[in-house]
C-alpha cells in the first residue's frame, strides 16, 4: 500500500466513522436503536450502492470476534457488581439451560414451519438465541426498571455468548454433530476454563494496577482495557472461551477501587462505540441487498417463533424456581434483544462451508433489523403497562480516586448531585475519618478552601485527601450521608452498596459506583 492509498482508506474510515456518529445522534432523536443507522451505513457504502466491495466471510468472522471482545470487556467494565451478584445464578441458567431450550423450540419451529433440514434448523436455533449485550447495555441502561431486572437481563448478555458459540460451531460442524458426551465436556472446558482466566487476569489487573504507578493518567485505561483484551486473547489460545474471559475480567477490573476509575470507564465507553460502529458497518457491508427481499418472511416466521414461543418458554422454565412475579417474567421475555452477535455468528457456518448457509446471513439479518425496530422502541412501553418501571432515583455520589504514591495518600473527588442529602451538610458534620481533609470545595465557577462550617451545595465538587487505609471508610460514609443526611449513622446507614430492588426503590436511591 502506497502513502497515497493510505490517506485514501484513512479518509474513507475517518468519514464512515463521522457518518456513523451523526447515525447514532440521529438515532438517538428519533428514538431508534442506533445499531440499525450503524447496519444502513455499510449497505449504503458496500458494493450494491456507493460500490465498495467486501464480502470476505472469514476476514468478518475474525474481525467481529475481536469486536466482540472489545464490547465485553467494556460491558464488564461498566456493570455494577452489587447488581448483578445476587442474580448470577438465574443469568447462569438464562445463558445456558435458557439458551439450550431457546435452540431446541426455535429449531423445531424452523424445521416443521419453513422445511429446513435439522442442522440448518438448528443452526439458526443457536444462532439467534444469544441476547446482544451491546443493544442490552445501550438500551436497558437508559430506562428506569428496577436493578434487578437489569441486572438479570445485562449478567445474561454477558454470559450467554459464550455457549451460543460453541452451540453454533457444534452445529456448523460438516463431519456430522458430536455426541452429546462430547459436546457436553466441550462447553463445560470452555465455559470453565474461560471463567478461570478472566477472573485470574482480572485479579493480576487489579494487582498491578494498585501497585504500579504509571507515568501518565491515560496509561490507566490503556492498561486495564489491555488486560481485558489479554484475556480474551488468552483463553481463545488454549480453545477455551475468550467472550467470558473478557467479560469476567472487566467486571473484576470495573469494580476494584482502581485509580482513575471515571477516566478508564469514559475510555472504554470509547472503545465499545468505536467497535460497535466498526461491526455494525462492517457486517452491513457483507450482505447482498438484493437478495434480503427472498429472507423477510423466513425471518418473520423465526422471528416470531422466537419471540412469542422459544424466548417466553425458555424464560418461564428457567427462572420459575427462583419465584419471580409474571410481570418480570413478560419483560425480561421481551426485552431479549438481538444485535450484532448473531450476524456475526452466521460466518461461522459460511467459513465450515454448511450448505445453505449463506442464506442463513440474509435471514439473521432481516431479523435483527425487523425486530429490533419493534422491540427496542416498545420496552419503554412494555416496561409501563408491565408496571415494572421505578421513579426517576436519586443518584448516589461520584467519587474518583487518584494515588499521591509519594505521599502514601489518596486524592478523591466528590460530585454531589442533585437531590442529594449531603446538601445543607456542613464540613464538620461529615465527621469523615482521621487524617481525611476536605482541601477545596469548586461551587459553579469559583473555588473556595472550606472551613468546618462551610455549608455542602448540590452540584459541588469536593477535593479530599486520605489515607489509602482509610478510603473505603470514607466512600462509606459520604454514600451514607448522601442517602441519609448527616444522622445517617444513627439511622442505621452505613453507606454499604444495598442490591436489593426492594429497598432500592423505597429509597429512590441508585447503587453506587464508588
Known amino acids: 500500500m502506497t502513502l497515497q492509498q493510505l490517506y485514501l482508506v484513512l479518509l474513507i474510515s475517518g468519514t464512515v466513522l463521522l457518518a456513523s456518529i451523526a447515525a447514532a445522534r440521529l438515532a438517538a432523536r428519533i428514538g431508534l436503536p442506533s445499531l440499525l443507522l450503524f447496519l444502513a451505513v455499510g449497505v449504503v457504502i458496500g458494493e450494491d450502492v456507493l460500490g465498495v ?29 452489587n447488581d448483578v451478584r445476587k442474580l448470577l445464578l438465574p443469568a447462569g441458567v438464562l ?29 439458526i436455533g443457536a444462532i439467534v438465541s444469544s441476547t446482544d449485550a451491546a443493544a442490552v447495555f445501550a438500551v436497558l441502561r437508559a430506562l428506569p426498571l428496577p436493578q434487578k431486572l437489569t441486572g438479570l437481563l445485562e449478567a445474561e448478555s454477558g454470559f450467554n455468548d459464550a455457549p451460543t458459540i460453541i452451540l453454533v460451531l457444534i452445529f456448523s460442524a460438516t463431519s456430522g454433530l458430536p455426541s452429546p458426551g462430547s459436546a ?77 476509575r471515571a477516566a478508564t470507564r469514559s475510555f ?53 424456581p427462583f419465584r419471580m412475579p409474571w410481570r418480570e417474567h413478560a419483560f425480561l421475555s ?24 449463506r442464506h442463513l446471513l440474509d435471514i439473521v439479518f432481516v431479523l435483527v433489523v425487523i425486530f429490533t425496530l419493534v422491540q427496542g422502541p416498545s420496552l419503554p412501553l412494555a416496561a409501563k403497562l408491565l408496571r415494572v418501571t421505578r421513579p426517576e432515583t436519586l443518584r448516589d455520589v461520584q467519587v474518583e480516586a ?88 444513627w439511622l442505621g446507614e452505613r453507606g454499604e452498596p444495598e442490591p436489593s430492588t426492594l429497598t432500592a426503590g423505597k429509597r429512590g436511591v441508585r447503587e453506587p459506583s464508588a
Not at 272 to 298: E, H, K, N, R, Y
Open 53 to 81: 466491495p467486501f464480502d470476505d466471510a472469514q476476514l468478518a468472522q475474525a474481525l467481529g470476534t475481536c469486536a466482540l471482545g472489545v464490547i465485553l470487556v467494556e460491558g464488564g467494565l461498566t456493570t455494577r457488581w
Open 95 to 123: 445463558a445456558t439451560v435458557g439458551v439450550g431450550i431457546s435452540v431446541l423450540v426455535t429449531g423445531v419451529g424452523a424445521h416443521f414451519l419453513l422445511g429446513m433440514d435439522w442442522q440448518l434448523a438448528l443452526l
Open 184 to 260: 457436553f465436556a466441550n462447553l463445560t472446558y470452555q465455559l470453565v476454563v474461560g471463567s478461570l482466566i478472566g477472573l485470574a487476569l482480572g485479579r493480576l489487573g487489579v494487582t498491578a494496577l494498585r501497585h504500579v504507578a504509571l507515568p501518565a493518567t491515560g496509561l490507566y485505561p490503556l492498561a486495564t482495557v489491555g488486560f481485558g483484551i489479554s484475556a480474551f486473547a488468552a483463553a481463545g489460545a488454549v480453545n477455551a472461551s475468550g467472550i467470558i474471559a473478557a467479560y469476567l475480567a472487566g467486571l473484576v477490573l470495573g469494580n476494584s477501587s482502581l485509580p482513575h
Open 268 to 320: 472504554a465507553e470509547g472503545s465499545g462505540w468505536l467497535a460497535q460502529i466498526g461491526l455494525f458497518v462492517m457486517l452491513g457491508l457483507l450482505v447482498d441487498p438484493s437478495t434480503l427481499p427472498a429472507a423477510v418472511l423466513p425471518a418473520v416466521v423465526v422471528g416470531l417463533v422466537l419471540l412469542l414461543a422459544a424466548r417466553p418458554i425458555s424464560v418461564v422454565a428457567c427462572l420459575l
Open 334 to 357: 421481551w426485552g431479549g434483544l438481538r444485535g450484532a452477535v448473531p450476524i456475526v455468528l452466521t460466518t461461522y457456518p459460511i467459513v465450515s462451508g454448511v450448505p445453505g448457509s
Open 402 to 489: 487518584a494515588p499521591l504514591d509519594i505521599l502514601n495518600a489518596d486524592l478523591l473527588t466528590v460530585s454531589v448531585p442533585p437531590g442529594s442529602r449531603l446538601h445543607g451538610v456542613t464540613i464538620f458534620e461529615l465527621r469523615l475519618p482521621e487524617p481525611t481533609v476536605v482541601t477545596l470545595i469548586v461551587r459553579d465557577t469559583t473555588t473556595l478552601v472550606p472551613r468546618p462550617d462551610t455549608v455542602i451545595r448540590e452540584g459541588d465538587q469536593l477535593l479530599l485527601v486520605t489515607t489509602p487505609d482509610r478510603r473505603r471508610v470514607v466512600e462509606q460514609r459520604l454514600r451514607a450521608v448522601g442517602r441519609r443526611g448527616k444522622l445517617a449513622r
